[in-house]
């Protein structure tokens, strides 16, 4: 049972306008939010993360949003820019070491 | 600060071998974890460990065992190795804040082949 979802594999954009990566959950116990980025032969790094009690976190051109009623999260890139181009994983987090990842979106930013 | 490093790099194994991936990290990290990377399935929890001398399975835990003897070393040993265990492996390290959250930081990956 796949606790964090990303339905698109995929999403292209234009530079400079706006990316929107989504993610649903089934979990109402997971505490935190995050999203990894991934370059090809690289360890995933950390972009952003929301606490379950909060609704947005900026930081930058990187926006999160979470919707605990729809189970629902997403990250807003913008402007977009072509380094942008990477996988994209959101994690929830059940404490202490344990993330549950989603299957990761694979965003390309065309200039 | 070399962060959170992992050894080899890419390793093949035949079936029925045995092999330890080496993980370290030098932040004096609490948390440790071990993640496979599969097409199509994002990163699975395989072990994880919340100090030396404490582990734990995770979503994937069959194949694979794991100690911590140390803060700084998690090792994960396959016992026998089969074909579903070529994967990415990736190893991470985290420490809980005061606000709760846990940032996971990820070494760059053992890209494993069993034949």
């Not at chain 1, 306008?17 to 116990?29: A, G, K, P, Q």
């Not at chain 2, 804040?97 to 996971?104: H, M, N």
Request: charged share 15%; aromatic share 12%.
């Amino acid at each position: 049972d796949q606790q964090v979802k990303q339905n698109s594999p995929s999403l292209s954009v234009q530079e400079g306008r706006i990316s929107i990566l989504n993610c649903d959950y089934t979990n109402s116990m997971f505490d935190y939010f995050l999203w990894y980025k991934k370059y090809p032969a690289e360890g995933p790094t950390f972009l952003i993360s929301i606490s379950s009690i909060k609704d947005k976190n900026e930081d930058g051109r990187f926006t999160v949003f979470l919707n605990k009623s729809a189970k629902h999260l997403s990250l807003h890139i913008v402007p977009s820019q072509p380094g942008d181009s990477a996988v994209y994983f959101c994690a929830a987090s059940l404490g202490t070491g344990k993330l549950i990842f989603g299957q990761g979106t694979t965003l390309q930013v065309k200039p | 600060n070399a962060g959170v490093t992992q050894t080899p790099k890419f390793q093949v194994l035949k079936t029925g071998q045995s092999m330890t991936l080496q993980c370290a990290q030098d932040m004096n990290h609490e948390y440790m974890s071990w993640y496979r990377q599969d097409p199509g399935m994002g990163l699975r929890l395989i072990h994880y460990s919340v100090g030396a001398g404490i582990t734990d399975q995770g979503e994937v835990p069959n194949g694979y065992n794991v100690s911590r003897s140390t803060t700084e070393d998690f090792p994960l040993r396959l016992l026998s190795a089969a074909p579903s265990q070529t994967s990415v492996y990736f190893c991470a390290s985290s420490y809980s804040s005061s606000g709760g959250q846990e940032t996971q930081y990820f070494g760059p990956g053992t890209r494993l082949l069993v034949l």
